[in-house]
């Protein structure tokens, strides 16, 4: 009898007659055997057992790491040059989490795995295009040969670079995230600097605001820094604070790493708008904060501490690590060279006072503080008269106490777990991992510097399981590199740029040469835009100080591996309409594998190599390892590589062998070149060849603690901020800001309590107002809303219908804009009205509108409602609905779930922009954003501040 029929004699009937549950298991699975012999049923069938077919594929390991923060191994099955199918790393692992033994399996998830429909699909661009009508017109475009895109780029850029009105700052690599073998930066990067400086920027898309608060409140220069990843396992309590590393990675890893913590017992608290993949697989305690209100629940914290919990707070241990934190008007810096009282925390200047507000416990009790708060009630907008916000003000509440019933108004979050969440982080050693959502909003600064100012103040950092911030940045090993970066000695002609004199006036900060301050000849990365309509004209839509003062507009983009131009940034009619005008932009360069709609807005489309076509390496976020991302497939068609491009346009303006730097060799030999210096160093045990068979060098695992000196010892081991301490009263990021050309002095009114603040060209004090404080403070954002209704609506966006506030995330299906259209991803995550799997057919086409269609008819990128939001709305789950907001239309698929709140619209970031008619029928939530950048660094605002309506379609 063949183990189907013994399988098939055991009925539902007879399971549910009286199997016990081993013997049911036993029948089932195969387990008993029939009782001659003790053999299996499985062992007794063995000739009628299906085997799954021979593996005749070449194993190759390689990694396709995207921006998502996964560096992650896999493993390809190649048969005749042709990928068959991709798994991840199954080599031996060691789970020893919290030393230094610990190495874990670096595993992909589904966006590596399904790479394969990636490399195949049929509208992979496969030769050199130019567009021959208006830009964006996807029938302009016409094929043509390499040698003529080299030359004719090669001529406008040459043309653009020696003009005198405009030079080498009118060139710009524009932000692109898509590469990680270095080549598309690289490359370009190289082109550009044989004509001397090209404009640049700072800071990136994600972390604008994380990276230039930990600049200036605990000068780090990138990020707000924390234990490393292993140490989780020594805290008391773990809090996710908008982080969602189990769907966005942030790590190779680090959604394991918080699973063996949680398995350990350790109590992990989630601190999001959402129940997230990371919250519904591992909080213990879910808090829903309203969008963009977390810096109002840490406020109501800070004052509960300091009112109800003050004779528990360590005192002496703030005043030591925490600068401004109370008033100090003779503040003593722990560096010799800044003197005594240069900089002073002037009465009822210092966040305490404003915390408290009018309350006098910190006056008039404890005597930390000289005076109540001296911050007004309301803010304004540093903008333009056209600008609608110009003339308008916010409340950031300074003479308010900042009470826990006050914050849970704003936030939504109970008062008595506001307590309990400060109650917690004073009494336990506590871990708090960030991410990066709550930051991308107008107001966005404010929660990154206050987070660092509460963990020092309840002690949070510098110990073993007491830590605030992201992990250290792959500082236990280095990639090889590709010798891209090592300059070029030019030997054509080059102009010289005056950016750093144009762009940062020094005399605004006091002592420069303590401290930190941004990139003087860079504008930041969200900025390019204005930059292209306004520089050179001495104005800015957005007011900056910076693009002002542009000797000319970005003239040439090269938009290498990258979807910002025309996808990933906000308001995509008004960055169409500008971009279509090419008296602005003279020369837009796209290098990309898919005629994304960035690519549609290009002058010359060229055919680029993804990962797998060309060698390349990388390395983790805040992990341990180099992977290997391996040249295993041919270029399909005309494909060529970055540098491959890069060099065929030096070579046509005649310079190759200044591009090429002396070097011959292929890029593998660049990239080997680099790895056999470092192995021969000692800095790599294994040879290249060793390399390329294992796909993986795993570096030593460091248990970094950071600043552990400085709590044991601050005098001695100072932060190279210029008080030495964290700086809760942070007087360089506001004179950073007035460096950047920016008229600070806000004339409608003056501090209240005839409080001052001091600045360099002012070192007396001034009672103006300020549109950027040296505090953090609450400020609402211009489109946000308060769990209480009380948001101010500043736009009187309401009345007009927009009564619900979108919100994006990093979903599993994309890794940003990457991965769009592949079918095995959305047949996992999207669905058509009835319910099914969405489906991508083979055999699809553009419709000459340009790119190819994103869904099939009736599928469409997922929103996710709450059923109170849905039910007041008529909508269920499948419906096709319309979003609109101030800046465009979209098309949408309904999904109703409980893991979202009310009246919050939730959509994954990164589909591809597709208009038909007067829709989005891609739907890309950047055709709904704004473009308006942050109060204080300029940064991206694409997440969470947005306000929209939503109808059935």
């Known amino acids: 009898m063949s183990l189907k029929d013994k399988l098939n004699q055991v009925t539902r009937r007879d399971f549910l007659k009286g199997v016990s549950a081993v013997g049911a298991t036993a029948a089932v699975y195969g387990c008993g055997g ?330 008039d009790t404890t005597h930390d503080n000289l005076d109540i708060s001296i911050y007004p009630a309301t803010i304004g907008y540093n903008v333009n008269a056209t600008d609608p916000l110009y003339g308008k003000r916010a409340p950031i509440y300074g003479q308010v106490p900042k009470t826990p019933e006050w914050a849970s108004a704003i936030s939504g979050v109970p008062v008595a777990k506001i307590k309990e969440l400060a109650d917690t982080l004073l009494d336990k050693n506590c871990t708090i991992w960030n991410g990066s959502g709550f930051q991308r909003n107008t107001e966005s600064e404010q929660i990154v510097w206050i987070l660092r100012i509460l963990a020092a103040v309840t002690e949070n950092f510098g110990a073993q399981g007491c830590s605030y911030g992201m992990q250290p940045w792959s500082s236990q090993i280095s990639g090889p590199g590709n010798y891209m970066g090592t300059g070029v000695t030019a030997t054509g002609p080059t102009r010289s740029t005056t950016l750093a004199s144009a762009l940062f006036d020094n005399t605004e900060i006091t002592l420069p040469s303590v401290g930190s301050t941004t990139s003087k000849s860079s504008i930041p990365v969200f900025m390019w835009l204005d930059a292209i309509e306004y520089g050179g004209t001495g104005e800015s839509r957005w007011n900056d100080g910076q693009i002002k003062n542009l000797r000319t507009g970005i003239k040439c983009i090269f938009n290498f591996a990258g979807n910002i131009l025309c996808n990933q940034s906000g308001d995509l009619e008004l960055t169409k309409q500008i971009l279509a005008d090419r008296d602005k932009c003279e020369l837009l360069v796209t290098a990309d594998h898919f005629m994304t709609t960035s690519a549609v807005m ?229 669905f058509d009205r009835n319910g099914n799997p969405a489906f991508l057919s083979e055999s699809r086409a553009s419709d000459g509108t340009g790119a190819v269609g994103t869904w099939e008819d009736g599928v469409y990128e997922s929103v996710w409602l709450n059923p109170m939001l849905a039910q007041r709305k008529g909508l269920q789950t499948g419906n096709r609905v319309k979003l609109t907001s101030l800046r465009g239309s979209i098309y949408a698929s309904v999904i109703v779930s409980e893991r979202v709140p009310d009246k919050i619209i939730y959509i994954g970031q990164g589909s591809w922009h597709h208009k038909v008619g007067n829709i989005d029928v891609g739907g890309s939530a950047n055709t709904l954003m704004h473009t308006r950048p942050s109060r204080i660094c300029q940064g991206m605002t694409l997440a969470n501040d947005c306000r929209v309506k939503i109808e059935k379609a």
């Open 34 to 363: 029939s009782g001659d012999g003790g053999k299996t049923y499985m062992e007794e069938d063995e000739e009628n057992r299906l085997t799954p077919p021979s593996i005749t594929e070449e194993t190759v390991m390689s990694s396709t790491p995207h921006n998502c923060g996964g560096r992650c191994v896999s493993k390809y099955y190649v048969k005749d040059g042709v990928i068959k199918r991709i798994t991840t790393d199954e080599g031996e692992e060691t789970n020893a989490l919290g030393t230094t033994d610990n190495d874990p399996q670096r595993r992909s998830c589904v966006r590596c795995r399904s790479r394969k429909q990636w490399f195949y699909r049929k509208d992979r661009l496969l030769y050199p295009m130019k567009q021959t009508g208006a830009r964006g017109d996807v029938n302009g475009f016409v094929r043509i040969s390499w040698e003529q895109a080299y030359q004719e780029i090669g001529e406008k850029l040459h043309a653009i670079a020696m003009d005198p009105a405009k030079g080498p700052e009118s060139l710009h690599r524009i932000y692109a995230s898509a590469d990680s073998t270095g080549w598309s930066g690289g490359s370009v990067s190289r082109l550009f600097s044989m004509y001397g400086s090209s404009l640049g920027y700072r800071n990136d898309y994600s972390w604008p605001a994380l990276d230039h608060v930990a600049t200036f409140v605990e000068a780090q220069g990138y990020i707000p820094l924390g234990n490393a990843r292993g140490d989780v396992v020594n805290a008391e309590h773990v809090f996710l604070w908008s982080y969602n590393g189990m769907e966005a990675i942030w790590g190779t890893q680090s959604g394991w790493y918080l699973i063996q913590a949680k398995e350990r017992g350790i109590p992990m608290t989630a601190i999001d708008t959402r129940v997230s993949m990371t919250a519904g697989t591992l909080a213990d305690d879910m808090v829903t904060v309203a969008p963009c209100t977390d810096t109002a629940l840490v406020l109501g914290m800070l004052y509960y501490l300091l009112t109800e919990r003050y004779d528990d707070l360590d005192i002496p241990f703030i005043k030591a690590h925490v600068h401004g934190f109370f008033d100090d008007p003779a503040a003593v810096s722990y560096h010799a060279a800044v003197p005594a009282g240069a900089y002073a925390v002037p009465a009822g200047a210092s966040l305490s006072a404003y915390v408290l507000g009018t309350d006098r416990y910190l006056v």
């Open 602 to 830: 290009s002058d010359y489309v060229l055919p680029a190599t993804m990962q797998m076509e060309k060698p390349g390496t990388s390395t983790g976020w805040f992990s341990e390892e180099v992977v290997l991302i391996n040249q295993i497939l041919e270029k399909p068609g005309e494909v060529k590589s970055e540098f491959e491009i890069c060099t065929g346009i030096a070579a046509a303006l005649g310079r190759e062998a200044e591009y090429l730097g002396g070097f011959e060799g292929t890029e593998e030999d660049r990239v080997k070149k680099g790895w056999d210096d470092r192995y021969a160093n000692g800095t790599y045990p294994i040879t290249w060849d060793e390399f390329k068979e294992k796909g993986v060098l795993k570096g030593p695992v460091r248990m970094v603690i950071q600043y552990d000196t400085f709590r044991t010892n601050p005098a001695a081991n100072p932060i190279a901020t210029p008080s030495g301490r964290f700086e809760a009263y942070c007087l360089r990021m506001m004179e950073d800001y007035q460096a950047r050309h920016y008229s600070n002095y806000d004339s409608f009114g003056t501090l209240e309590n005839a409080g001052v603040i001091p600045d360099a060209k002012n070192p007396a004090g001034s009672t103006s107002m300020r549109f950027v404080y040296p505090i953090p403070l609450y400020i609402p954002t211009t489109e946000g809303r308060h769990a209480d209704g009380s948001h101010p609506d500043l736009l009187g966006l309401e009345g007009k219908g927009y009564d619900c506030s979108l919100h994006t995330w990093h979903i599993m299906y994309r890794s940003h804009s990457t991965l769009n259209s592949v079918a095995y991803l959305n047949e996992l995550y999207k």
